[in-house]
């Protein structure tokens, strides 16, 4: 596989060792120059198709430019034939690299491609705000069902037509073969674009304001809201914020918030309405003012939808109006280093700790004597370290005082079926998103694992760092390297707290995991959610070998859970663990009910012997 991501001189070392290994007896310099040719072809055929729309259009009806990916819109076994319902009524349709997309000032929706990191995303924008300002071509976006990207992509088109007043059509695709669908709605489109070509109005200029973010870049004397994708850590976090010195809330989420969330939701992903409505929620609740509020959000450039999260919910912000158009979304470090080293190296801890406090409850809740102990326990452990973490006290101490809480709890000896739980972030540990999954586990007789945030740190580190080194992002590397290296000796300071609680001397990734990466075909390129989840699944079972159940859990409309979801059943044969999914939609209904069988089986006694064996 070509490595095309990095400079040309790397692509062409990746071939010529490549055809190294099959024997043949090209010199680089043979290799280079073929590379050479290649993309001179390549420019010369993108020449020639550029600028087809001016010497082909049509002056007596309207012209088409069709947008959407291109293994979509121009595969006969994709696009259901929609280019040629067009032709069958007689309009020309061109693509969008048939325009000429050079030379322009995209200057009033340039604040929005910036936020956008995908290729054909932008593209497609690119030739929308073309198409907006040129008169007698008609844009047609065809999309991808469950297609994340293009829910975000078709949304900001739409903008860019409405605010040039200019009408448009969009098409989704789905698994149905029959084109018969479309055809009314082309149809109807057509003479729309007809109506408005006879018209002959004059292009609108677009509204640049209409696509320029608002963020914060301090947080001033406003109010933090922290989204509470963990609530234990997220605690701690807020009293992290409020020991450097501002006002910070945990945010609030219930069932009746991510009911609210499903308005604003056009197949984007569900977390990002989420965070919106339960932003919205908090601040009206405790009546502070939006103007005086931030949403707390980090910024990132994995390959996921999070970069778009605050361009998009600072959109929602606007469109839900009562003074939350003036609300601001602040673009923080997940470390929370932009606030003072101090504070990151807080924020570390405090993942390490509502992580491990998780874990050691879900060791000692199942087989808890006293039913509700060990969660008082939980809640009086989040109370000692958050006054630490907000006072600045001393955290051996606040530890001392916890584990010796914990240690009191009586507790039967019973053997249960581990399960670990993997999959987005943002579900995995909300107890709202999904339908408290633990407690549900453990109540059909189940053991739940789970893995701190520090520890996937640690899984995946390695395989980010290599993809750096190699795009040159030096200062990323040497940064984030230093910074945990640093974490991790401080680390040792607070192994002795938890180790009698999982029988280790020390509680660290023992060994790094990206060559497993390798056996399923992939690359350290493929970074994002699905290249973390195996990873985070082969460290789960290596830790636990006696593990019984995986369960996969993901919103609706995500991407990477889609694409791990895919590969599950290659995951199940590789680690001998079945693994089952649930996707949370928020419409309602017991989603954690599709486990109750597995757990039933795994608790009869042939079981135990069969995994055994199996591992």
Known sequence: M????????YTKKQLYDTFKKIGTELSFFDISSAWDRALSAQKNMESALTGLWASQRSADSANV???????????????????????NLGIKTFFNDMIDLEGIDYS???????????????????????????????????????????????????????SANKPYLVLELD??????????????????FENHRQQDQPSQTIDASLFTPKFDKSIGQKTVIFPNWDAISGHLIVNIIKNEGYNAILMEENQETLKKALLTNTGQCLPLNAVASGF??????????????????????????IKMYPYHIQKIFTRHGKGFEKARVYLGELSLFDLGIKASSNTYFAYMFGGLFRSISCKIRPYEINKGQTDAALRTAGSIMGTAFLTGGSKEKALKEIMSIFKQIPVKKETRPKVGIFGDLYVRDNRIMNQNLIQFIEENG??????????YVQIIANAYFKKWFKEGKYLSMISNRALLAAVK???????????????????????????????????????????????????????????????????????????????ASQIEKKVGVPI????????????????????????????????????
């Open 280 to 305: 919205i929620h908090t601040v009206e609740k405790y009546g502070l003012p939006p103007e005086k509020t931030v949403l707390w959000l980090n910024q990132s450039e994995i390959a996921c939808n």
């Open 108 to 162: 009033p929706i340039d604040p929005l491609l910036k936020q956008i990191h995908w290729k054909h995303a932008a593209q497609n924008l690119k030739a929308a705000f073309v198409a907006a300002s040129t008169q007698n071509l008609y844009p047609v976006y065809i999309s991808s069902f469950r297609c994340a990207p293009d829910a975000f992509a078709v949304d900001y088109f739409k903008e860019i037509m409405a």
């Open 446 to 455: 189940g053991e739940v694992v789970t893995t701190p945030y520090y520890q």
């Open 175 to 192: 698994e149905h073969d029959s084109s018969v669908g479309y055809e009314t709605r082309i149809e109807a489109a057509v003479r729309a």
């Open 489 to 567: 000796t401080m680390e040792k300071r607070y192994y002795p707290f938890f180790a009698p609680f999982f029988n280790e001397a020390e509680l660290k990734v023992n060994a790094s995991y990206e060559h497993i990466l390798e056996t399923y075909g992939m690359l350290p390129e493929h970074t994002g959610e699905s290249m973390d989840n195996l990873l985070k699944i082969h460290y789960i079972v290596n830790e636990h070998p006696d593990l019984a159940l995986l369960v996969a859990v993901n919103p609706a409309f995500c991407c990477p859970g889609l694409v791990t979801e895919a590969m």
């Open 65 to 87: 430019l069709l947008l959407g990916r291109p293994y979509t819109v121009l595969s006969s076994a994709m696009n259901n034939n929609i280019p040629g319902i067009f032709a």
């Open 580 to 615: 089952v999914n649930i996707t949370y939609d928020l419409s309602g209904g017991n989603k954690n009910k599709v486990v109750v069988p597995f757990l039933k089986y795994l608790r009869t006694p042939p079981y135990s012997q069969s995994r055994k064996a199996s591992v």
């Open 2 to 9: 070509v490595r095309y991501l990095y400079t040309s001189f």
